[in-house]
C-alpha cells in the first residue's frame, strides 16, 4: 500500500447505480476532473476546480485521459496461460488435448511461479487489477498464485481445482484430500492480506458426487469462502452430467443436492439454463461470470446477458483465459456487444464497463472495496488513452459525448490503451509523462 497522498488530473468516471437499471443517470463524468488517493485508498473524487491539495500531495496530469476503476476479472485460470489460443476444439476435447496436459506441469512449483509471474504481468498490463483465478489439482499451483498476488499487492481470489475422476491421474486428487488440501490452503490464505480463499470444484463431470458433499462441507465450514465451479458450458458436457448424474434434476441440482448453491458461489458460463435453473440461481442470489470470448472460441453459445440480468441475477464479466482468447477486459466487454448484438440487445459502453467493474466486484462479494472509483475504495485505478491507436484516434477525434469518446477503445482497445495501472494507491506500470 502507498503511504502519503497522490493527486491525479484528468477526465473520470464513475457509478452510482447499475445503468441495466439505472441507465447513464448511473454514470458520473467529470470532464475536468480529480481523484484524491491518500494511504492506499482513494478519498476524493470530483471536479479539478473543487479539489483541495493536502500539502505535500504528489501531482500527476493525465489531461485527456480517462481515470477510472481498475478491471475486475471473476472467472478465469492463470495455469491456462501458456495454452491460450489453442486450435479447432470443444469443450472436453480442448481439456484432454490441450488444458490437462499443461495443468500437469504445475506439479512443479518454479514452473508454477514462472507462469503466475508472466500471468500477473499480463493481467496488470491489460488493466485487469482484481481476478478470481482456478489453479491445478496441485497445492503448489494455489501456493504460487497468492505469493506473486500478495508481492504485487493484489487483491486476489484463488483456489486449488479438484478433481477425483475423469481427469488423468497426474491431476487426480480424492474426495479426503481435496477437502484436506482446500481446507488447508484456505487456512493459510483467506484473509491474508488481499488475497481470498475459493473453494474450486472444476465442475460435475470431474468430481464424484463424494467430492461434491466433500466440499460442500467444506464451504459450510467456511461459509466466508466464495465457491467457483462451471455450470452448462455446452451441449455435450451437459448430456456427459446427466449420464454420470442419473438422478438429479438438471446440471444445477449437481451442486445444489451437494451443499454447492449459495450467494458465494459463483458459476461460470451459465449459457443453457433451464426455466428450474434460473430461478433456484435468482433465489439463491449466486453470482454468473459471463465469458464472452470463451463461449465463442470454444464454441460454447450465447448467453442470455439481458434476460438475465433483467430477471435480477448478479452478473460479472469473465475472460476464462485459456478458453477464452485475450487477456484484455477490453476486448472481452467487445465481444460481450457482439454477442448481445447476436442476440439482438445493443450494449450501452455504461452497461459493459459496468460489468467489468462493479459488476465483476459484486459477484465476488468485494464491491464495497474494489471496482468502482469512489471514496473509500481501495485505489486500484487505470488511465485509458481513448485514442491509443490511429484506427481508435481517428473515431475518438470525431466523437461529441463521452460515450462516443469510450466505445471505439472498448471494440478496438487493447493493452495499448492501458496509460498506467495503480494497485492499492502504487503506481505499477510506465510513469505518466
Ligand atoms: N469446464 C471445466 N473446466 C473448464 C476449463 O478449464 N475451461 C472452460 N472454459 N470450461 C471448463
Ligand atoms: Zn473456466
Same mark, same amino acid.
Given at each position: 500500500m502507498e503511504h502519503g497522498s497522490t493527486l491525479l488530473f484528468g477526465q473520470t468516471l464513475s457509478f452510482s447505480g447499475d445503468p441495466f437499471s439505472e441507465g447513464i443517470d448511473a454514470v458520473s463524468h467529470h470532464r475536468n476532473g480529480a481523484v484524491l488517493i491518500e494511504n492506499g485508498k482513494v478519498s476524493w473524487v470530483g471536479p479539478a476546480d473543487h479539489v483541495t491539495p493536502p500539502a505535500g500531495s504528489k501531482t500527476i496530469q493525465y489531461g !485527456?485521459?480517462?481515470?477510472? +476503476?481498475?478491471?475486475? !476479472?471473476?472467472?478465469?485460470?492463470?495455469p491456462q496461460t501458456a495454452i491460450i489460443a489453442s486450435w479447432g476444439k470443444r469443450l472436453i476435447e480442448w481439456l484432454d488435448t490441450y488444458t490437462f496436459p499443461e495443468e500437469m506441469r504445475f506439479a512443479d512449483a518454479s514452473y508454477a511461479r514462472m507462469i503466475a509471474e508472466r500471468y500477473f504481468d499480463l493481467a496488470l498490463g491489460a488493466g485487469t487489477t482484481s481476478m478470481c483465478s482456478y489453479a491445478t489439482t496441485h497445492p503448489e499451483s494455489v501456493d504460487a498464485f497468492f505469493q506473486e498476488a500478495q508481492q504485487r499487492g493484489v487483491r486476489a481470489y484463488a483456489g486449488k481445482t479438484c478433481m477425483d475422476r475423469n481427469a488423468p491421474d497426474g491431476l487426480s486428487d480424492t474426495a479426503q484430500s481435496a477437502y484436506d488440501d482446500s481446507k488447508r490452503l484456505a487456512q493459510s490464505w483467506? /484473509?491474508?492480506?488481499?488475497?481470498?480463499?475459493?473453494? *474450486?470444484?472444476?465442475?460435475?463431470? *470431474?468430481?464424484?458426487?463424494k467430492q461434491l458433499e466433500a466440499l460442500g462441507a467444506l464451504w459450510a465450514e467456511m461459509p466466508g469462502c466464495l465457491m467457483q465451479t462451471h455450470l452448462s458450458e455446452q451441449v455435450e458436457e451437459i448430456a456427459w452430467v446427466s449420464e454420470l448424474f442419473p438422478d438429479a434434476r438438471d446440471y444445477l441440482d449437481t451442486y445444489e443436492a451437494h451443499g454447492l448453491l449459495g450467494t458465494k458461489g459463483l458459476y461460470g458460463h451459465a449459457i443453457h439454463?433451464?426455466?428450474?435453473?434460473? +430461478?433456484?440461481?435468482?433465489?439463491? &442470489?449466486? =453470482?454468473?461470470?459471463?465469458?464472452?470470448?470463451?463461449?465463442?472460441?470454444?464454441?460454447? =453459445?450465447?448467453?442470455?446477458?439481458? =434476460?438475465?440480468?433483467?430477471?435480477?441475477?448478479?452478473? /460479472?464479466? +469473465? $475472460? &476464462?483465459? /485459456?478458453?477464452?482468447?485475450?487477456?484484455?477486459?477490453?476486448?472481452?466487454?467487445?465481444?460481450?456487444?457482439?454477442?448481445?448484438?447476436?442476440?439482438?440487445?445493443?450494449?450501452?459502453?455504461?452497461?459493459?464497463? #459496468?460489468l467489468a467493474t462493479c459488476g465483476s466486484a459484486k459477484v465476488l462479494h468485494a464491491e464495497n472495496k474494489i471496482g468502482n472509483l469512489a471514496a =473509500?475504495?481501495?485505489?486500484?485505478?487505470?488511465?485509458? &488513452?481513448?485514442?491509443?491507436?490511429?484506427?481508435?484516434?481517428?473515431?475518438?477525434?470525431?466523437?461529441? $459525448?463521452? #460515450?462516443?469518446?469510450?466505445?471505439p477503445t472498448i471494440m478496438m482497445g487493447d493493452d495499448r490503451a492501458i496509460s498506467d495501472v495503480f494497485i492499492a494507491g502504487a503506481l505499477v506500470s510506465k510513469a505518466a509523462t
Open positions: !485527456d485521459k480517462l481515470i477510472m +476503476a481498475g478491471f475486475v !476479472d471473476p472467472h478465469l485460470h492463470y483467506h /484473509g491474508k492480506d488481499r488475497l481470498g480463499y475459493v473453494i *474450486t470444484p472444476r465442475f460435475s463431470p *470431474t468430481s464424484s458426487p439454463l433451464e426455466p428450474r435453473e434460473r +430461478a433456484r440461481l435468482l433465489e439463491a &442470489d449466486a =453470482g454468473l461470470a459471463h465469458c464472452p470470448t470463451s463461449n465463442t472460441f470454444i464454441g460454447s =453459445g450465447l448467453f442470455d446477458l439481458k =434476460g438475465l440480468k433483467a430477471a435480477g441475477h448478479r452478473i /460479472g464479466l +469473465a $475472460t &476464462d483465459i /485459456g478458453g477464452g482468447s485475450s487477456f484484455s477486459m477490453l476486448r472481452t466487454m467487445a465481444a460481450t456487444y457482439e454477442i448481445g448484438q447476436l442476440n439482438g440487445a445493443a450494449l450501452h459502453p455504461a452497461e459493459l464497463l #459496468w =473509500g475504495m481501495e485505489a486500484d485505478l487505470i488511465v485509458l &488513452d481513448l485514442a491509443s491507436t490511429p484506427a481508435i484516434a481517428q473515431r475518438h477525434a470525431a466523437a461529441d $459525448t463521452i #460515450w462516443e469518446a469510450i466505445f
